[in-house]
Structures are given as structure tokens and as C-alpha cells.
């Protein structure tokens, strides 16, 4: 049974987990190279990570550069960017491109709390939904091997326990994440 248990918090953790990987693809204002996670290069055919074709540094609190080892995929990670959800604009100089982040207005720092607080719902939900069928397991399971109710309560205690940890968690996460927005 504390098997079954730890399955389903580790499914927790990865609910937090993708939180937090969500949460560094915000920017708040601040150059951040993990805003680039997610964008692939177009790298002889195949869609490559940014991280794999070149150098990416912040060499300033608003600037990202992009130094790609082959100055002929320059063309290709321009594209890439612009395609890209971040609403920047590269520059290229022929040898790396620029990305510089204007500051935020109020009115977008809100918007992006807002986007904070949405995430952070959707990591409750789907923290309360492995509860749910860890519930639904152990009382199966608890069925099956003729375990005793108070026995069976025991152990979805401790699933609760876990899930208000885990709320917990998420909580603080959206409340960082909020402050750090907001902070200007």
C-alpha cells in the first residue's frame, strides 16, 4: 500500500515540477536564458534545441545574446525567434543576435500575475485529481487484500496529507513568482 502511495506523490512532485518549468518560461522584465527552453533551430533538417547550436549569455539585466557556432545558421535561429511566443524581436549582426527586453508596463506585469495565478490553479487541479484516483485506488486495493476500513482511512489520510503539502508548494510557488513580477 505505501508503494501505491509513493507512486501517486511522485506524480504530485511532477505536477510541482511542471509548474516550476513553466514558471521559467515568464519573463518578468529580466533576461532570462530558460525563456529559450522550448524554441528549436531548423539545424540541417531536424529541429534542434537553441542550446545545442550556440552560446547563449546575458550579458546584461535586460540583453540575451545568441553566439551560434555556425555563422550560417544565424538566418535559421532569427527565424526561429520570430516565430517564437516570446513577442521579441532579434537583432542580427551578421555575427550573433541580440535579444533585449523592453521594460514592463504595469498593466502587462498584471496580466502576467494573472497568467501566474492560472498556472498555479491548473497544478491544483491537477494535484487534486491524483488524489482523487490515489483515493479510488487504495479503496480497491484496500478491498482486494481485505485491509480494514480504519486501515483504508489511515492511508488516504496520508494521501491528503501529501496533497496539502503539495497545495502548499504550489501556493508559495505562484506567490514567488508573483512578487518577482511585480517587483520592478
Known amino acids: ?9 511522485d506524480k504530485m512532485e511532477k505536477s510541482l515540477d511542471n509548474l516550476y518549468g513553466e514558471y521559467t518560461s515568464i519573463r518578468a522584465g529580466r533576461a532570462n536564458p530558460h525563456i529559450l527552453d522550448k524554441i528549436t533551430v531548423d539545424y540541417y533538417g531536424s529541429p534542434t ?13 535586460r540583453m540575451i545574446v545568441i553566439q551560434p557556432w555556425e555563422a550560417s545558421i544565424l538566418k535559421d535561429i532569427e ?24 521594460e514592463l508596463t504595469e498593466e502587462r506585469r498584471k496580466e502576467l500575475v494573472k497568467d501566474v495565478k492560472k498556472k498555479g490553479e491548473n497544478a491544483k487541479v491537477a494535484v487534486r485529481n491524483i488524489r482523487r484516483d490515489a483515493m ?4 480497491k486495493k484496500g478491498k482486494e487484500d481485505g485491509i480494514s476500513e ?8 496520508d494521501v491528503q496529507k501529501s496533497t496539502d503539502k503539495y497545495v502548499a508548494k504550489i501556493d508559495a510557488a505562484v506567490e514567488e513568482k508573483s512578487k518577482e513580477i511585480l517587483t520592478v
Open 1 to 9: 500500500m505505501e508503494e501505491l502511495i509513493m507512486t501517486y506523490e
Open 79 to 102: 527565424k526561429a525567434l520570430l516565430m517564437s511566443d516570446l513577442g521579441l524581436t532579434p537583432t542580427n549582426d551578421g555575427k550573433m543576435i541580440r535579444l533585449v527586453f523592453p
Open 150 to 157: 480504519d486501515e483504508i482511512k489511515e492511508y488516504q489520510d
Open 49 to 61: 534545441p537553441l542550446q545545442q547550436v550556440g552560446n547563449i549569455s546575458v550579458p546584461e539585466a
Open 136 to 139: 479510488d485506488a487504495i479503496k
